[in-house]
């Protein structure tokens, strides 16, 4: 079989399991990693670009360690055995990969809970984190990491990032597994270019914009079936939000609880969005599209926007590439719209880390393991995989197995911090621009423990407006009201 059609089934593959790949509650944050998905189309990486795993990184000893994981490993029962074996090459560790078919959140609720010994939980959930560090489970692991030649270095985690994994008294409770993303609009520019228009920065020119992929046949087929803007429901608009200083679930004020999207300054976007579904220039399937469809829209030339994380800017891209050589096709990640001070809000995802449980029986071959994850070898494991599973090696360059194009370059770490490590086959087209955006303006959310009573409120009460179902000064008022009386906003 040609390499051209292992690509199009891993794409695919990819595609069509990404809401299964999460560790965490939010399966988005989890697929926007995976879209790192699909650069097998190049032949061949460079080897110093990535060194080869060597068992001289590993350390000296005869280590045991007991993970639980949903993300890292290996894609089938079998390979996560070569896994196991590889991870004891590389660091003389003897490790177990548990990767519970189902229910992972809970499966790691019961662990903690009932006592069970892990050595290290991956999560991705800053609220369960500060819960179970509340509940005393998770070790102290500030003064391991400042120790660490590896871990402290800023080349390796930038310093500012470990604000993420601190406790309330400041002390650093995880490490990360790999680089979380953030979402965005994402543009056709191709129509953008074709039609003449510059990339959007204020209200009033993405409305133009929209207008333009509605009413001008960017697609050329002369039949007027496109849509300006599609969204899955409510997620992800916070790079319009932006425009009126409006950040997502809740925000602090003084002590109180407060939704943003719940308040008064709410309503003229809510407005924005009716005015958009009134003209025919949103996809008025909006609030019943899951991620799927969403995508597809824009895949087959039918919208010109979606909102979006920013690793798919590489996976439409790649996709569409593979799909026809000769395509014009080209997504591109914008920025959020400015506020009236200039303040850019963009949506960062909670980040994937590791946990070391304080009933662990083995913290030293965990904190090993986490430095070793974070090195060269480690990542390239992460990523590309087992050496003579998913790759080889001739001469100087990396070289994807047709295993290894199937299971895409992730086995845990699509993407990484450590810029000391090169990416063997470079990033997919148009992901790197969209990652700087994030670096540059992405925060993350406050989840805190009431947000999923209050988003069914926000969505209900945000949908009905944006879709022109209610006013958008009732709507908003409504939703507060609600929310209020069920305790779950303080003003």
């Not at 995976?34 to 005869?62: E, L």
């Not at 579904?277 to 799927?292: A, L, Q, R, S, Y």
Request: glycine share 10%; with cysteine.
């Amino acid at each position: 079989m040609n390499k051209k059609v292992w690509l199009t089934m891993s794409t695919v593959a990819v595609a069509g399991t990404m809401l299964l790949s999460g560790c965490g509650s939010e399966s988005g944050n989890n697929a926007a990693n995976n879209a790192q998905a699909g650069n097998a189309a190049n032949a061949g990486g460079n080897a110093s670009d990535a060194p080869a795993n060597t068992p001289a990184n590993a350390p000296a000893g005869d280590m045991k360690l007991r993970i639980l994981d949903a993300n890292v490993g290996g894609k089938t029962p079998e390979e996560n055995t070569k896994f196991e074996a590889e991870i004891k090459r590389l660091t003389g560790i003897e490790a177990t990969v548990e990767k519970p078919a189902s229910d992972y959140d809970q499966k790691v609720l019961t662990a903690l809970g009932s006592g069970e010994k892990y050595d290290l939980i991956e999560l991705s959930d800053l609220g369960k984190l500060a819960s179970f560090v509340d509940q005393g489970v998770v070790s102290d692991l500030t003064d391991f990491v400042t120790n660490s030649t590896v871990l402290s270095d800023p080349a390796v985690i930038p310093t500012g990032e470990w604000d993420q994994l601190k406790s309330k008294d400041g002390k650093i409770v995880a490490v990360f597994s790999k680089f979380q993303g953030g979402t965005m609009p994402i543009v056709r520019k191709d129509w953008l270019d074709k039609l003449g228009l510059k990339e959007p920065k204020t209200l009033d020119e993405y409305y133009n914009v929209l207008k333009a992929f509605k009413e001008k046949d960017p697609d050329g087929n002369g039949k007027n079936d496109t849509y300006g803007l599609s969204t899955s429901g409510l997620y992800d608009v916070q790079g319009f939000m932006s425009a009126a200083g409006l950040k997502a679930r809740y925000v602090m004020k003084d002590g109180k609880r407060t939704i943003p999207y719940a308040t008064e300054a709410a309503v003229p976007m809510y407005e924005w969005f009716a005015k958009l579904v009134k003209e025919g220039i949103m996809d008025p399937n909006f609030v019943t599209n899951d991620t799927g469809k969403m995508r597809n829209l824009f895949l087959t030339d039918r919208v010109g926007m979606v909102t979006y994380w920013d690793a798919w800017v590489g996976m439409f891209n790649n996709m569409k590439k593979t799909e026809d050589p000769n395509t014009k096709f080209q997504a591109e990640g914008l920025e959020s719209i400015p506020g009236a001070d200039g303040t850019i809000i963009m949506r960062r995802g909670d980040p994937d880390f590791w946990i070391i449980p304080a009933n662990a029986e083995h913290p030293d071959a965990a904190k090993k393991f986490l430095e070793f994850w974070n090195s060269e070898p480690g990542i390239i494991l992460g990523s590309l995989g087992i050496e003579g599973e998913d790759y080889t090696k001739e001469g100087d360059a990396y070289k994807l197995t047709q295993t290894g194009t199937e299971h895409n370059m992730d086995h845990g770490v699509p993407f990484w911090y450590n810029t000391n490590v090169k990416y063997p086959f470079g990033k997919l087209p148009g992901v790197q621009e969209a990652q700087d955006l994030v670096t540059k303006d992405a925060t993350l959310e406050l989840t805190l423990p009431t947000w999923p009573d209050a988003e069914k409120i926000v969505n209900d009460y945000a949908l009905k407006a944006m879709s022109g179902q209610m006013g958008a000064a009732e709507a908003v008022k409504k939703m507060h009201d609600e929310l209020l009386s069920k305790n779950l906003i303080d003003e």
